[in-house]
């Protein structure tokens, strides 16, 4: 898998986070940790602009599962810093959604860290399924 580094996506959430002082170390630089976290920020932002959240696919019986992840650092951002993280869906079958994420300096004027996450659809028994077409739909849109 090829992380995605082209800065042009149509279909895309950005979310501004403030760097915490948590989420760094010693030196006041963000955690390698922290980017995956951030990950998760941006997913779920996308999620609920597509229109709906993971909170409603779990009432339904279902969740998604990290399989693979990735993460390319090109750079570092420090304490208190603005940052953007900007998410887009990669792929989407009927079983496993692809993400694919940029973290940005404020004004997204550089990117400091590519990401990818796959992950894989399972009933609340921990056996794949297919998403529900509802969902399905809507990320398709």
């Not at 090829?2 to 959430?13: G, I």
């Not at 602009?49 to 009432?59: C, D, I, T, V």
Request: glycine fraction near 8%; aromatic fraction near 12%; charge should be positive.
């Amino acid at each position: 898998m090829v992380l995605d580094m082209e800065t042009s996506h149509r279909d895309y959430v950005d979310v501004d986070v403030r760097v915490r002082y948590a989420e760094t170390d010693q030196m006041g630089v963000a955690y390698y940790g922290s980017y995956i976290v951030w990950f998760e920020v941006g997913r779920s932002a996308y999620l609920r602009a597509k229109g709906f959240s993971y909170r409603e696919l779990e009432e339904m019986g279902y969740i998604l599962v990290v399989v693979d992840l990735r993460c390319r650092y090109k750079g570092a951002v420090k304490y208190d810093e603005l940052i953007v993280v900007r998410t887009h869906l990669k792929d989407v079958k009927t079983r496993m959604l692809t993400f694919g994420y940029r973290i940005m300096t404020e004004g997204a004027q550089e990117v400091i860290v590519y990401g990818e996450t796959r992950h894989l659809c399972l009933n609340k028994r921990g056996n794949p399924r297919s998403m529900p077409e509802k969902f399905l739909a809507r990320l398709k849109s």
